[in-house]
């Protein structure tokens, strides 16, 4: 992103502004029409301010909606429900905008957006990238991309990460006797018995994915779903996937336990960024949440 921000600085002087500034200001008032539109799960308002083909980039995946009836089509608002729903969230608002490059008849804008939930906790922060276009004297949104997780319904299946706040030693003490603790079912002792206890003021940093992604089965018949899996899984010091467990699972009409197989299966081929206590990598416990789209 910084080195995007510095040739868009050096771009910006050599590009004329005098039109671009008016077209500045509509295309921010385009992404304002956006977000209230997505708050509302209005996705006729959302087609209406967008141009077509349509393209987003996010969530592991590259959609393109040809025309707007494709992107109000229920397999559209579905995906995208089911994902908000598996996610908890309520809300969008803007963090920061800044027009990068303009003309008469396009905009490009770095933005930086935060989704929430109904009690106004934080899923996420995200950056993103707009490109507003002007089309028979109209401003919209032709693509955006996003690192945001998404819901277009295609490629591999959305994957958000849950951390968990739990270290090595909390998790290696409850393994046994704490159905609540993370990764309860594992057996801990031989991955952390070569670790001295972890202080009480230890700074922790959680683990994170470095590397996979998830593919859909194929399926010769169509499932509806309600729900996300929630997987569990066991990270040891060096990054590598010990085990994997699904600790909770979406209803699926009709049944799909193919799924289900390619999940664990895939996610136990992924690499992590381990946790680490006091800056040394310790093992742990993530949580992968998947969302089907």
């Known amino acids: 992103m910084r080195s995007l921000m ?25 992404l304002d029409d956006f977000v209230v539109a997505f708050n509302n799960q209005d996705f006729v308002a ?50 920061s905008r800044e027009v990068l490059q303009s003309s008469a008849d396009k905009v490009h804008i770095v933005a930086r957006f935060t989704r929430y939930r109904e009690d106004d906790s934080v899923i996420g922060t995200y950056d993103s990238l707009w490109i507003v276009t002007k089309r028979d004297g109209r401003w919209g949104v032709s693509a955006r991309s996003s690192f945001a997780p998404g819901a277009d319904g295609e490629g591999d299946a959305v994957v958000r990460i849950r951390r968990s706040k739990t270290d090595d030693s909390a998790a290696a003490e409850g393994a046994g006797d704490a159905p609540e603790t993370p990764c309860a079912w594992f057996e801990w002792q031989a991955l952390v018995e070569r670790f001295p206890p972890s202080p009480e003021d230890a700074e922790i940093t959680k683990a994170r994915r470095k590397r996979g992604s998830i593919k859909r089965p194929h399926s010769k018949v169509t499932h509806n779903f309600r729900g996300a899996w929630i997987v569990e899984v066991v990270v040891d010091e060096k990054g590598k996937v010990r085990d994997a467990r699904i600790k909770t699972a979406p209803e699926i009409e009709p049944p799909w336990p193919a799924y289900e197989d390619a999940i664990i299966k895939s996610i136990r081929r992924w690499t992590f960024e381990p946790g680490k206590i006091n800056g040394q990598p310790r093992p742990g416990c993530a949580t992968v949440t998947v969302v089907d789209e």
């Open 6 to 30: 510095s040739v868009a600085a050096f771009l910006l002087p050599l590009l004329g502004t005098a039109a671009g500034q008016t077209g500045d200001a509509e295309a921010l008032r385009v």
């Open 46 to 95: 959302m087609a209406a301010v967008c141009h077509y083909p349509h393209v987003r980039i996010g969530g592991g995946s590259v959609s393109v909606w040809e025309t707007a009836e494709e992107f109000t089509a229920p397999e559209t608002r579905g995906g995208l429900g089911r994902f908000l729903e598996a996610t908890g969230w309520h809300r969008s608002a803007w963090d």
